[in-house]
């Protein structure tokens, strides 16, 4: 090992060691000044390091999850979230150190998950949900590559599972109303309307504070939830006046623009967004699937069906590149089909 690899070696010890005893700010700042004091200092191998160790296969892997922690402290939370869930099944399964894992372990891994809640529900997880356990694998490993812990990521030679691409999921006007009707406070249909017309993220909408809003725009300027760009949202009027509602009506000094309704008045939660909208739509028998990103794909649909181009699409619901726009709104929706062939009977 290179005299470079070792002083890495080295710090990344001394960080996740201390990492019990120390805030992120403070690691970051013991992390800099050891670069800067190891940086004319030759370092030769005595001994083993603690990674080098024969310690068990948990404080191996533990070793791992923490410096990830660190080194991708920077990452939302539900994105670390997710990567960490993934490799702690992957190592409940096949119980072994994660620089040992190869692709027949996660090819095994892969098709445990597949059929993991046969039991409980007699079904087995879609190929979309499998892969994006395989895309949370597969930028673990990719992390743990580039950080020379291992030669290869082992998650490589899986294949992703091929998707049907099934017609876009969006509310019909009827459905729409139908959400409405259902709403019992200010709040639910300060919900529906602005989710309706901003199309954003409920990851993005229970990030916004009321000082955020152009009252006399409607515009929203918000960091979005994926890529971490920043990009205008929109309230039109009717969004604005059921919000400005419900703000109206509540007393407490929260600055979120959603809160629960019981003191302390917590800013809502993506989960309690969920629940909620549930909630609107049971009581008025809505029988479509309800959830806060559908709204999304309706407003998608309904800027597609008039005449906005792709490209504006893409713009105003945040995609990172026009395929994915594409590859949802250029299909044709079943009215539009219907209509076709009436002109030309």
């Known amino acids: 090992m290179n005299n470079q690899n070792i002083k ?3 710090i990344d010890n001394v960080i996740v060691m201390m990492s019990n005893y120390m805030t992120p700010d403070m690691l970051q700042i013991l992390e ?13 191998r005595l001994n083993t390091l603690p990674m080098e ?25 539900a994105t ?11 190592i409940t399964l096949v119980y072994k150190p994660l620089t040992q894992v190869d692709e027949m372990d ?30 949370f694998l597969s930028a673990f490993y990719s992390w743990m590559r580039k950080e020379k812990m291992i030669p290869d990521n082992p998650v490589d030679a ?5 998707i049907a ?9 009827e459905e729409m109303a139908m959400l409405r009707d259902g709403c019992a406070s200010l709040r639910d249909r300060a919900i529906i309307e602005v989710f309706r017309s901003s199309g954003a993220r409920v990851g993005e909408i229970v990030a916004i504070t009321v000082d955020m809003v152009d009252w006399a725009t409607g515009d929203i300027m918000i960091c979005g939830e994926k890529g971490d760009r920043y990009r205008p949202i929109y309230l039109d009027g009717e969004a604005r006046y059921h919000l400005k509602k419900y703000l109206e009506s509540r007393t407490d000094a929260d600055p979120h623009l959603f809160v629960s309704k019981k003191a302390p008045n917590k800013p809502l939660t993506t989960s309690a967004i969920r629940r909620e909208m549930k909630v609107i739509a049971g009581r008025v028998g809505v029988t479509c699937r309800v959830y806060p990103h559908k ?6 649909m309904d800027l597609k069906n008039h005449g906005v181009d792709i490209g504006t699409i893409q713009e105003i619901l945040g995609h990172a590149g026009p395929q994915v726009t594409a590859m949802y709104y250029a299909q044709s929706t079943p009215e539009t089909l219907r209509t076709a062939r009436k002109r030309a009977a």
């Open 32 to 44: 800099k000044t050891m670069i800067d004091e190891l940086a004319d200092v030759k370092l030769e």
């Open 53 to 77: 160790m024969k310690d068990s296969v948990d404080s191996q892997n533990q070793y791992i999850i923490k410096l990830f922690l660190y080194k991708k402290k920077n990452l939302k939370d």
């Open 80 to 90: 670390k979230y997710g990567y960490l869930m993934a490799v702690k099944r992957l």
């Open 158 to 162: 899986v294949e992703p599972l091929k």
């Open 295 to 300: 709204m999304r794909k309706t407003l998608g």
């Open 165 to 173: 691409r099934k017609p876009i999921d969006y509310y019909t006007e």
């Open 8 to 10: 890495t070696t080295v």
């Open 106 to 135: 996660i090819y095994r891994y892969l098709d445990w998950y597949e059929n993991k809640n046969m039991k409980e529900t007699g079904k087995k997880n879609q190929a979309s949900t499998i892969n994006n356990e395989r895309r």
